[in-house]
Structures are given as structure tokens and as C-alpha cells.
DNA sequence: CTGTGTGCAAAGCATTTGCACTATG
DNA sequence: CATAGTGCAAATGCTTTGCACACAG
């Protein structure tokens, strides 16, 4: 739990336009997104906040994640295991990394290698996609899947059932 | 449905360790995917497998197609909405593309084009990122996300909700 | 023949929704 | 105060599982 202040300024700025109130509720769970480099799902938040005393139901989280992905301020991933997770957006530049995802045990890494030619590269190709069909790009997605150190053959968990649900799940 | 002959030979030999019987069922599953550049899902299929006279269990559906993609023939693909999709893994370089989605109606293109360039920086990250990490990579998945025209901010389908299921599921 | 494959119905789960209640602005 | 936000419980919809039967090798 590496911690970092929330960015209350310009992120509920660009809330005034998704929500009319902000409660503590919300509060909380953009505080656990910002605190973290971590990929959480829905059912992690819930249950952090529990850790942290909060009594706030899955069903507000459900929501209020829907709010912050509206309002562009965390990012929707579709993590292999079915469920959905969300990771916060840091500012543009700061922030941007891709994703090496195990399809053994779900762990998912951010890593930040290539950034000048991935950047320029995906630059490249928003625009002659954008022309060339007429889409609005608002976001790219660059991850690699393979098996991580324990999954892969010889590794410590090689053929045998990947771990329990909230093992690999994160970073 | 442009046609395409199904590969039965290498990939037969493919799925020689991950079955023991190949049955007409398994090779109808087989057939729509290699049929189409569409992504399907499991219930896509169903229906094609209906219209096509075959009375194929949803449930064998499931487990063909996670047959399928144990055996490499076949790519899972996480659509924005909820459901997975398939995709058959035609030989590597013939087929090399990478997928647009519209995050508003579900629809997913295949672009082939910074093929050069990309297969260069994929390669070159996969060395990296199999080296630093020690993982063992066996795929990657480059997406970019945005609205199409019709969903975009003044296209037909904008502001209003997204069109029924069969409609833009596809390409 | 002998398991492997299949279908049906029921179970599992993440996510969504309806509704009455609470608290923010 | 009026309305947006919240929690609970029930509903949804995709996917998985248990089990008895069918068929490929």
C-alpha cells in the first residue's frame, strides 16, 4: 500500500459533469483506486473498504465505478478470470504503462519499457484509424499474455490448478 | 460468409493432445470460426449451428471452444460487454491483425495495417519483457477503443442507447 | 465394448435493477 | 427540503457442473 494523496482537484473536476453529489461513499472508493498500482475488481474494493471500516454495499461500488469510468478517471480492464477490473488513471504522461498478463494464475504487471516508440507508434495509428473508419479513439490497450515465472513449464506451479481467487489477481 | 477451406491437417494435429475423439460436433464449432473473420461468441455460434440444421448443445459449445483455445486453434477475445468471443488463429503472419472496438455499440474491426512496425516493437518488447520478468509469452493483444461513427458524438446512434445483441458484434 | 463426448437441467457468479430509505447540497 | 445516492434483495445473463445416455475408436 504505497501511498499517495488523491488528486481532488482536477479529478472532481472532471466529476461535476457524471455526478451531482460527491459522498463519502465515492470518496472512499477513488481512495482505494488511488492508493494502489493494483488492478482491483469490485468484490477487492468492497473488501477493503470493510478493512478500512467503511460500510459502503457492492452495489454503490458497482456504481460508483461506472461513474469514474464516465468520467475518464479509471480504467476498465478485462482481466482474463471474468471479472472486470478497474485500475485509477494517473496523469497522462506520468502513468503510462501496458500490461504483461499471466494466463496461468491472472497476475497482471504494468510495465514501462517502449514508451517513446509504443508512443509514437499508437500516435500513428489513432490517426489512420480515425480517418480510415471514422472513429472517435479515445484509448489503446497493449498487453502481452504468456505464463509468468511460477506458471510456466518447469515453474514452481506448472501443471497443477492455478492458486486461489485473490492470489495472482494484481500490480 | 466468404469461404475458406478448413486447415484440417495441422490442426488436427494440434488438438491430437488436447482430445481424444474429434467428432462431428467439435468439427461444426470448428467450421463456423474458420468460416468467418468475426469474433463469436458462444451463443453466436449456437445460432449459426442451429441455422445451420445442427442441434448442438450450448454446453458442448463451451467445451469445444475452450478446447479449441487450450489447443491454440482458436483466441479468446474479451469484449467490452461482458461476454467473450472467438476468433480462429489463422497461420501467423497471413493473418496478423490487431482489433478497433466501439465501446459504445460493441463492435470489433480488425485493422492489418503498421504491421511492420508493430510486429518490430512487439518482438523486441517480448524479448524485454521475457527476459526482465522471466515469463514465458505466448500471445499479445494491441486494441484501440473509441466510438464508431455511428455512436460518435453527432453520429446517428449518439446519446442513445446501443443497438439489440446480433448487431454490432462483428468483423 | 469402453470410455469419451453430449445434452439437459440446475447451479454459480459477477453484475444490474427495483424500491424504499437516507443524507447531501 | 427535494432529489441524488445508498443498501438490500431479487433478477439477469453468461458460463460451468452433475449426471445419465449416446456414440467414436
Not at 74 to 89: C, I, L, P, Q, T
Not at 139 to 148: A, P, R, T, V
Request: aromatic share 6%; hydrophobic share 30%.
Amino acid at each position: 500500500m504505497a501511498a499517495k494523496r488523491p488528486r481532488p482537484h482536477q479529478d472532481k473536476e472532471a466529476l461535476k459533469d457524471h455526478c451531482a453529489r460527491w459522498t463519502g461513499a465515492r470518496q472512499e472508493v477513488f481512495d482505494v483506486l488511488v492508493k494502489t498500482e493494483q488492478h482491483l475488481s469490485a468484490q477487492d474494493i468492497h473488501h477493503q473498504c470493510q478493512a478500512a471500516n467503511s460500510d459502503i454495499g457492492l452495489t454503490t461500488i458497482y456504481r460508483t465505478l461506472d461513474l469514474l469510468d464516465k468520467a475518464g478517471l479509471v480504467r476498465k480492464v478485462h482481466s482474463g478470470d471474468g471479472r472486470v477490473r478497474f485500475e485509477y488513471r494517473r496523469s497522462a504522461h506520468a502513468d503510462h504503462h501496458h500490461h504483461l498478463m499471466c494466463s496461468g494464475c491472472g497476475q497482471i504487471l504494468n510495465y514501462r519499457d517502449f514508451e517513446q516508440e509504443e508512443l509514437e507508434l499508437v500516435r500513428r495509428t489513432e490517426d489512420v484509424l480515425a480517418r480510415k473508419h471514422g472513429y472517435l479513439i479515445r484509448d489503446h490497450n497493449i498487453e502481452f499474455i504468456g505464463l509468468c515465472p511460477e506458471c510456466r513449464p518447469g515453474g514452481r506451479r506448472s501443471v497443477i490448478a492455478p492458486e486461489g481467487p485473490d492470489a495472482g489477481t494484481n500490480t
